[in-house]
């Protein structure tokens, strides 16, 4: 065991916030909701990371990113994530 993986969330009609906390030498798939929305935007601490359908590399930390049945999963390395994701009611 490594460490506690801490996770705090809250989701709001067009939106979802997720703050993630992951151990030193410890990797991770971080799931977040799309929410049934359409045109989502993905920011973590405030860089875009995932715009219309696609990942945006460049932010420390996060290696990759896809779609799944109802999420986009992040791949992100250790260290403190701040997620937000917000779209447009379909």
């Given at each position: 065991?490594?460490?506690?993986?801490t996770v705090k969330w809250t989701k709001e009609r067009t939106s979802f916030d997720l703050e993630v906390f992951i151990p030193a030498g410890?990797?991770?798939?971080?799931?977040?909701?799309?929410?049934?929305?359409a045109d989502i935007q993905v920011k973590e601490g405030g860089m875009t990371v995932w715009n219309s359908?696609?990942?945006v590399p460049g932010t420390p930390g996060i290696t990759r990113a896809e779609t799944a049945s109802a999420s986009i999963v992040f791949?992100?390395?250790?260290?403190?994530?701040?997620?937000?994701l917000k779209g447009a009611a379909e």
């Open positions: 065991m490594r460490g506690p993986v410890m990797e991770a798939d971080i799931a977040l909701p799309t929410l049934g929305l359908n696609a990942y791949l992100a390395g250790s260290g403190s994530y701040h997620f937000t």
